[in-house]
């Protein structure tokens, strides 16, 4: 199995643009994540999804953050505009089973720089 | 407020001794907790965990320990070796729920 794949793995945008983030998560779970790693607030979870259907999206930060999953090998996560503080690492993660806490698999992230 | 610290943002030890990487909580609905480590510019992969039924889990070289009283569980990597040199995440849930994770501590392991 390729494992939770995500792209780009760099992204450098001006800032007002919007920026498209993209995460194939493993064949058969039905779970996934979207993280955001940063410097100040370590890896918070921004929203999760079970077989396609968000379940808690608490973690989004602002409403030019939103996330679709409109499949079960495809979801993206999208911001616009982007804005210079939303720079960070972005993680997709996907899992399988009941238990959401168990074993959940990263994907190598996405760095994203908003100048 | 952080509900999962780790209060040590680096931790240097030599090659072939003990590291010892803590990690404190203070939800005391916390039932499940895991360890994962993560390379740059790779995603955390998961190391270890242990159920709020147990105080110590082993696997390997790597022991998680699990003190409830003080909402405290350790990581010990014996022996340590060169390509442990990684960051290493603490993450807590409450039962079937999402994980909560600490900002990370990173761990330099010198030959």
């Known amino acids: 199995d390729a494992g939770v794949i995500q792209s780009p793995r760099h992204e450098v945008t001006e800032m007002g643009q919007e920026v498209t983030l993209r995460c194939k998560p493993i064949s058969g779970h039905d779970y996934l994540f979207w993280y955001r790693q940063t410097m100040m607030r370590g890896l918070e979870l921004l929203i999760y999804f079970n077989n396609n259907v968000p379940i808690d999206d608490s973690g989004m930060p602002e409403d030019r953050f939103s996330a679709k999953m409109p499949n079960a090998s495809f979801s993206t996560l999208k911001i616009q505009p982007s804005e210079p503080r939303d720079s960070a690492v972005y993680f997709c993660?996907?899992?399988?089973?009941?238990?959401?806490?168990?074993?959940?698999?990263f994907g190598p992230g996405t760095r994203l720089t908003v100048t | 407020d952080q509900q999962v610290k780790q209060n040590s943002p680096s931790l240097s030890v030599q090659e072939g001794r003990i590291s010892i990487l803590n990690c404190d909580y203070t939800n005391s609905m916390f039932d499940y907790f895991l360890w994962y480590k993560k390379y740059p510019a790779e995603g955390p992969t998961f190391l270890i965990s242990?159920?709020?039924?147990?105080d110590k889990n082993e696997d390997g070289r790597f022991t998680v320990f699990l003190n409830k009283s003080a909402k405290h569980l350790s990581l010990h990597i014996v022996p340590s070796q060169p390509g442990d040199s990684a960051v290493y995440f603490c993450a807590a849930s409450v039962g079937y729920s999402t994980l909560t994770f600490g900002k990370g501590t990173m761990l330099l392991v010198s030959p």
């Open positions: 242990i159920s709020s039924i147990k």
């Open positions: 993660a996907s899992s399988l089973g009941t238990g959401l806490s168990y074993e959940q698999y």
